[in-house]
């Protein structure tokens, strides 16, 4: 094996065939076309931009002539772990083997996704909108002040006035910019994962196997560190929590509860009925999307209600769960798909341009192939509803 071959042989070639795929692209050349210039059949250059066969120095240096590109490009890739920050967790501290193991596989999994969902974005010519606003600097405010004052300009910025928000994923993708994953294989010590690139932008993965109440607290969480701490990796615990993280907490809680808004709430309830009942504190919940807890505890801040109200009604027999039954209340809306709806439209707009075939769409959407067409199919009738 010569120099150049050892130097390929090192390379990913998966990465190295998203890269002649896009320079190709760039220059409107069919594989067709491409695989003439290196003297080979169409199916070897369509596996050579798979990554399912290694190309050769030779045909490389052909290629890079013909896209007009220095080969250099080619040859210098970088891993993709390096791409990122290091990660964020939130959960406690002190982990064992096992879910040490169980966190590293699934920070590999959102580094991945998040870099085909770039590479889409890149083979397609369809950057991700990136509304990041500079970090905000800590100062010297309280983290709770920090983390309301942050909360009530981003919801200016955004303009989300003082209401409930009720699809948070979908306004901090298409909003803001951030690649949102739900992961089922998430411990479920931990809520969240969070990375972070230059190029690719604030990445979060959620712990699906968790209520969507819970999902949203810690979605808002995870946005509280990407404005704050956008490039610091810390494990967050639970108990103890450093000044970040209770910054991102109130973030969190002014974020998805603001104070106007609360109380506007709260008092248009009690001067329906001269009272504000235990049925109210529920469905006051499922309005702003968020638990009973986490409302109770809002509302015992702004002396609304006494304190430990929630725990009296609950030592007398009442039951949360039966009260959303009686008042009818449904599951709380949210996109709880493992990959973001355009990471799936780029897909099949990928697989329609023949930029991919069958296989690898069904890997790019982690599904098995024999369900790749009836997802291509259900992803094609939403591309025709928002045209």
Known sequence: MNEAEKIIALLDSEQLGWKLRLERNKRDMTQEEAAQIIGVSRTTMVAIEKGERRIRPDELLKLSIAYEQDINKFLEQPRVENLFSDPQFRGPIG???????????????????????????????????????????????????????????????????????????????????????????VPSEYSAIYLYSDEIGGCIAVNGRHPESRCRFTLAHEYGHFLTSRMKNNVYSYPGRSTSERIADQFAVHFLMPSTGIVRRFKAKRNLKKQFTPYDLVDMAHYFGVSVEALSYRLEDLRLIGTGVLEDLKDKGFKVSEARKKLGLEELLASRQRLPVRHQLLASQALEAGHIGESEFANLLQVERVQARAAYNVLREQTEMIE
């Open 95 to 185: 982990l064992d083997e096992k879910v040490a193991s169980e966190i590293e596989v699934c920070v590999d999994e959102l580094r991945r996704l998040s870099y085909n969902y770039y590479e889409l974005e890149r083979l397609l010519d369809e950057p991700q909108l990136k509304r990041f606003p500079s970090e905000y600097q800590l100062g010297r405010l309280r983290p709770s002040e920090l983390g309301e004052q942050i909360a009530i300009d981003e919801r200016q910025r955004l303009g989300l006035g003082d209401g409930p928000i009720p699809e948070l994923r979908k306004i901090l993708a298409r909003e803001v910019g951030l690649r949102i994953y739900y992961l089922s294989g």
